[in-house]
């Protein structure tokens, strides 16, 4: 097969030239090998990552004409200097040929996209806002923030919702991700965030890492783990997938996904049947705990064992490995969170920590590794439909009053609380929702079930998307609004310890590109709220967020840009300006309910949402792979990333006889298509996985169900029920959308027509010779 | 082995290719990445292996050895260095010569690609870019009292074995306690596997391009 391309005509032999010597274009336009460090003189900007929730610390450096052109390691204590590819090659977007530099628009989906002048975007914008509410009523126009915007961002866009827009119809895509974790977080806790910083798991005795891939999803929290066991720590991995960092675990526990309540209620059956209990600890501050405990008696784990397809002796391998430890760990990401028990899986977890007295003490706790940048941050100040700032309840009166007094609006004019991300597509093709504004987010390829996203999004009178690249959902839009990456504003993001972290301007935005805070700003002025959006910035923007927050649970008062830059980040609570920050929640076992009590919450498993029968047999489970982030807007477009892991895959066990590279065709009741097979045994072979960061005709996410968890409406990702069959070819992978006249930086997409599945599912090795 | 050197434990690497973007962000051959890393058991787990330049000791590094134009200069530090680019000739006779398989030659430029140790960052007390970025500390640099003081009870070796032949190292792996009384097996067209994470094989053969023969 031909890799050839771009400027130079030899033939790319990768037994001579593997993957990687190509000319990739680095973020000063140029091709990165004709660059050289004696041409320039550069500044260092103190930042830290936009990908994930770990947020290392890094500095982009910054040519003599003010460029972001590359990165330098950065000894931040989160990450002591260390990155993933995907946070080295990150600095590529900010000046990537690719950048949306001018408004797009169009008055109806059959026409292409023209550019147009900011003023009659905006313009347009608010006049079908305007057009919109007075026709259908104030809830007929919606808006969706996204996790990786600065919190000031997500501050402003609950308030523009509740302000400036005044509907109810406000949610964020966060609600792909963390609403299970946080549902039981504030159940269990009455707080939402990760009990413990990161560096308490080089403490434990015993860490337990249920439904994360914490080697490709979040690399760099790695070496915490491998910390641990260099210090004499066991390793419990659970997830039916032998990952990188289950391949070397103590005990892996390759259980079905979808049973994870299962296997946690009998663990801490075999846990109160050997006498593993923190029987004081219980006393003094739990409650439920007599409830709990005939509850996971119904649980012994002969039965876990069938439901969760394991041996039954791991079951009690793990209950004492983690209830005899001095002290213990658990985390957990989505592989228990994306369950229509979503919620529930968690509070399984947070039992069982509670139950063996691990709370609140270096090496014993509890945590929840946020996806997204500002997954944690990202939920807390009001972009959630039931929230408002400082993760306030907007049912609650007392809250409402609180907030309505502190924007200066009458309360009777502030909405109730909306719905739910998937909800509102569904509301979308009822017409309930006729227009809407994306910031932030590519429902196109991270919803479940493409075919009912599509369809929602097409009914649509209006929709406008804010991106820097034109996403996949951008491209289907009326308006797209060009906006900064995360290099050319200022802002804050909490990482998974919920450590609030500071990212600075590194350079200006491109000609043409504006911030989303000014975008917000002018669209507010349009409608009529010019006196309650008038920021300069982000700086301003903090400081309202701040004052919203003083007092809520999620106390950013003391929060500051300056002791931010000063100390390298503040875990809120953090009152007031000499308060330190609250790295370690519960000590003294101390919670943040008025009763300071564990409130433990009984669970009984249920099996998932699709029905298994003999047509679709199978488990589909869907997640990440280490090159790519989320749905792929940004990383499908730099060269390293797509020359790793050019194209999605379907992940399966050698028993079902398909040789690697062939094409299997997998079919839920949702859609069906064909990717090449990589085949392995580290999977179960009742599981097959694919790699959701890829649009359609390749999108994991045309085959995922939208079933819901009744709490946290968190869509069920992690298990559907599928069939495999051969197949004549692959489906191609599509090139990302470009607006008119323009194509994809070609020399990064070189390898994205390769059929082959990568050497593994961390990618494609580097010698390979195909 | 040198003083403060690169050591590789294959038994921590994610196969996360942070090496190889790293690599490629350094000044002196931007876009381009002199590592590799392979996953060496395919279609069984996702087990994974950075390979750098092992920076060879014993007797020159067979490289330079071979070197007719004697473009690969040997610093008194033990680094073996890139191919200086007024004297190289492009003739592959390097990339023949090395047992690990690590240069490369850059077909445009007809002139050798290896990994220096970051000499420009080494030289001025930084780590290299590889392992200043491993998410992992597979890749970890230092001295073998500060990689024991991170890592208690760990051995290495720097002693590698190529049928009859046996080299001897700048760089180190982190090797299981009963591996550093023979030399670490490399990896010659026939290589017979007796376990691979701990799994028996029965004895197998591999190639080493990782293909059962």
Known sequence: MSRAVGP??????????????????????????????????????????????????????????????????????????????????????????????????????????????????????????????????????GLLGGAS??????????????????????????????????GANKLAFGIDRAANPFADILQTDCLLIAGSNVGECFPVMTQYLWGARDRGAKLIVVDPRETAVARTADIHVALRSGTDAAFFNSVLHVVIREGLTDDAFLAEHTT??????????????????????????????????????????????????????????????????????????????????????????????????????????????????????FWGIDEAELPQAGTSMMEMVWQMQRQEIRGLIGICNNPFVSLPNYAVVKDGYDTLDFHAQFDFFLSETAANAHVVFPVTTWAEDEGVMANAEARVVKHNKAQEPPPGVRTDTWVMCELARRLGAADKFDFAGSREVFDELRAASAGSVNDYYGITYERLEQTG?????????????????????????????????????????????????????????????????????????????????????????????????????????????LVTEAIRPDHVFIPYHWPFPTSANALTIDALDPRSKIPEYKVCACRIDSAPAVDPVPAPPMPPGRSAYPEAQASRDDPLPPSSPQGRGTGEVR | MMGRTLFIDPGRCIGCQACVSGCRECDSHR?????????????????????????????????????????ILISPDGVVHEADPTRCIGCSNCVNACPFGVPKIDLAAKLQLKCNLCYDRTSLGLAPMCATVCPTGALFYGTLEELQAERPGVDVSNWFEFGDVQITTGVAMVVPADRTRDPVPGGLPTLPLVQVNGRDTGGRVVSDAGGQL
């Open chain 1, 569 to 677: 980040g503040i875990a809120w609570p953090c009152p007031d300006l000499d308060h330190p920050g609250t790295p370690r929640l519960f000590e003294g076992g101390l919670t943040y309910h008025p009763d300071q009590k564990v409130h433990l919450q009984t669970v009984e498993w249920h099996p998932p949402a699709d029905r298994f029968d003999e047509q679709y047999p199978m488990r589909l489970t869907t997640g990440r792979t280490v090159a790519h982030f989320l749905s792929g807007n940004q990383t499908r477009r730099l060269g390293a990333l797509v020359e790793q892991t050019p194209r999605p895959w379907v992940e399966l066990h050698p028993s079902h006889g398909y040789r690697n590279g062939d094409p299997v065709r997998v079919t839920t009741r949702r859609g069906s298509e064909v990717l090449p097979a």
């Open chain 1, 149 to 182: 915007l600065f919190s000031e961002k997500t501050y402003l866009v609950g308030k523009f919702a509740r302000v400036a827009l005044k509907t109810r119809h406000v949610d964020y895509n966060g609600r792909l991700c963390m609403v299970s974790a946080a």
């Open chain 1, 8 to 141: 130079v005509p030899v033939s790319l032999d990768p037994s001579v030239a593997p993957p990687g010597t190509r000319n990739f274009r680095d973020a000063g336009g140029i091709p990165a090998d004709q660059w050289h460090a004696n041409q320039v003189k550069q500044t260092l900007v103190p930042t830290h990552c936009c990908f994930c929730g770990v947020q290392c610390g890094m500095y982009l450096r910054v040519d003599e004409r003010g460029k972001v052109f590359g990165v330098e390691p950065r000894n931040h204590d989160i990450n002591r200097s260390r990155l993933c590819p995907k946070g080295l090659n990150a600095y590529q977007q900010v000046n990537h040929p690719d950048r949306l530099t001018a408004p797009l628009l169009r008055r109806s989906r059959d026409e292409p996209f023209r550019e147009a002048s900011w003023e009659e975007a905006l313009d347009f914008t608010a006049a079908e806002v305007r057009r919109i509410q007075t026709a259908y009523g104030r809830d007929a126009f």
């Open chain 2, 31 to 71: 876009g381009k990445s002199m590592i590799h890393l392979d996953y060496p058991d395919e279609g069984s787990s996702v087990a994974s292996l950075p390979t750098v330049c092992m920076h060879c000791e014993d007797p020159v590094a067979p490289c330079a050895e071979v070197c007719p134009a004697e473009a």
């Open chain 1, 288 to 405: 439920g705990w007599d409830e709990l405990r005939a509850t996971v008696a119904e649980y012994p784990p002969k039965l876990a064992a069938e439901i969760c397809g394991i041996p039954d002796v791991q079951i009690e391998q793990v209950a004492r490995m983690f209830g005899t430890a001095k002290k213990a760990m658990a985390w957990h990401a989505r592989g228990i969170e994306h369950h229509t028990q979503g919620v529930e899986n968690c509070l399984t977890v947070i039992n069982l920590c509670t139950a063996t007295g691990n709370l609140g003490r270096p090496g014993a706790g509890y945590g929840t590794i946020t996806g997204q940048g500002n997954g944690q941050g990202g939920r807390e100040h009001g972009q959630k439909s039931d929230l408002l700032p400082g993760g306030r309840s907007i049912a609650n009166p007392e809250h409402r009053r609180w907030i309505s007094e």
